[in-house]
């Protein structure tokens, strides 16, 4: 029975969708439930999964596309088996040379790098001999020097390749044009509205990780031993961001219309990196969660965000946003508003720098923050009190458990 596969709903507000990689081709089985085809839109990415078991016929859509939420993009049919040949037919990208050549169906176009180009004309070969593993289908100077250095035997029982079209590069002039994803679009989008609606502006303060880091290390092996996960700087950074948006509310707050609206719960954004860019998946009501559960839920989403597995609930609301540039090695920043947040906590790489402490130079593992935030309802006042705060319960943590 020909089932069709159709886009499904992803969102109230999405009504197109763009088609990204078909994990099934046609000929290959699927099993119920599996995923069939990767579909993106501006805010998250989901697999769309096969409605029954069977074999897949057909693809109406391709990589790149554009589809209406309830279009059929191909079909399948239902409790077939898929042909013996399915089974036998290599990976992509391990074709070997003969089947390359059986039939020599397709002539394929290879570009040859320059330094690869030198390799070959020394060892007197051709490119049609060296298989390419660069990206586009480039030649580079490793792929021959493998090929030479593979044994002389295995390479003279190899059948000769359908010689394909070779187009050398004279220099390192490459471009490649690759079409924006919807998410990444859509983040383009949303970064330019914050600069163009709110009044943002930056504060900075350093933190002394001494203490943090102390208690982190004395009770990291019990944490571990209970939880089954690592205690890591970000509970206590969202805890000490929790703590002082109870004192500063206007932080926590956003613009609606001509209205300010002030939120009594706390939806702190994570911006993590995902598979296909950054992402801000949200740790919902986390003034109600302890240390391990903000560590298990961060943990959980970005797994999610790494597999395009988050769902749109994951990623929508937040009332406030953190994004930790250190883990790349950030030094200092000045993050942008997440619209309609009113606030966002830059966190930075921790570095051992000298400071003056009781009259003395003493080396410590510091850590530059900022808080980026909307003007319109956030005096400067409250910026500088609201990031002080956050340093004073990172630079002593017993304030988070005393609330002094």
């Not at 593979?150 to 050398?168: H, I, T």
């Amino acid at each position: 029975m020909s089932v069709e596969l159709k886009v499904p709903s992803v969102g109230e507000s999405i009504t197109e969708v763009q088609i990204g990689d078909w994990l099934k081709g046609a000929g290959d089985a699927v099993r119920a439930d599996e995923g069939v085809v990767v579909i993106e839109t501006d805010k998250v990415t989901v697999e769309l999964p096969a409605p029954s078991a069977g074999v897949v016929t057909k693809m109406l859509k391709k990589k790149g596309d554009k589809a209406m939420v309830g279009e059929t993009i191909g079909y399948m049919e239902a409790g077939a088996a898929a042909p013996a040949k399915a089974e036998a037919k290599p990976a992509p990208k391990a074709e070997a040379p003969a089947a390359a050549a059986k039939g020599a169906e397709k002539s394929t176009e290879k570009i040859v790098m320059p330094a690869a180009a030198r390799e070959l004309a020394q060892r007197g070969l051709d490119a049609a001999q060296v298989a390419a593993s660069g990206p586009g289908g480039r030649l580079l100077k490793e792929d021959v020097l493998k090929h030479t250095s593979a044994p002389a035997a295995q390479a003279a029982a190899a059948p000769a390749p359908a010689a394909p079209k070779v187009q050398v590069l004279a220099g390192a002039r490459e471009e490649q044009i690759v079409p924006l994803t919807p998410m990444r679009k859509r983040i383009a989008e949303r970064l330019v509205q914050a600069q163009h609606t709110a009044a943002i502006l930056s504060t900075f303060n350093e933190i002394d990780m001494t203490n943090a880091m102390a208690l982190r290390k004395q009770h990291q092996e019990r944490f571990v031993e209970k939880y089954k996960v690592k205690l890591g700087f970000m509970s206590l950074f969202v805890r000490a961001t929790i703590d002082a948006l109870r004192m500063y509310p206007q932080v926590n707050a956003e613009i609606r219309g001509d209205a300010v609206v002030y939120k009594n719960y706390c939806d702190v954004g994570i911006a993590v990196g995902g598979g296909k860019g950054l992402v801000v998946p949200i740790l919902r009501n986390a003034e109600r969660l302890g240390f391990a559960e903000i560590e298990l839920a961060i943990a959980d989403l970005a797994k999610k965000a790494q597999d395009n597995k988050l769902s749109l609930d994951e990623l929508t609301g937040g009332t406030f946003t953190i994004s930790n540039g250190g883990i790349y090695g950030s030094l200092l920043s000045t993050p942008i508003l997440n619209p309609p947040q009113s606030g966002i906590l830059g966190l930075h790489a921790i570095q051992d720098r000298p400071i003056a402490l009781n009259g003395q130079v003493v080396i410590r593992p510091m850590m530059y923050v900022a808080l980026s935030y909307d003007h319109r309802i956030i005096d400067g006042r409250e910026a500088v009190s609201f990031l002080k705060r956050i340093k004073e319960c990172m630079e002593d943590p017993a304030r988070l458990l005393l609330e002094i």
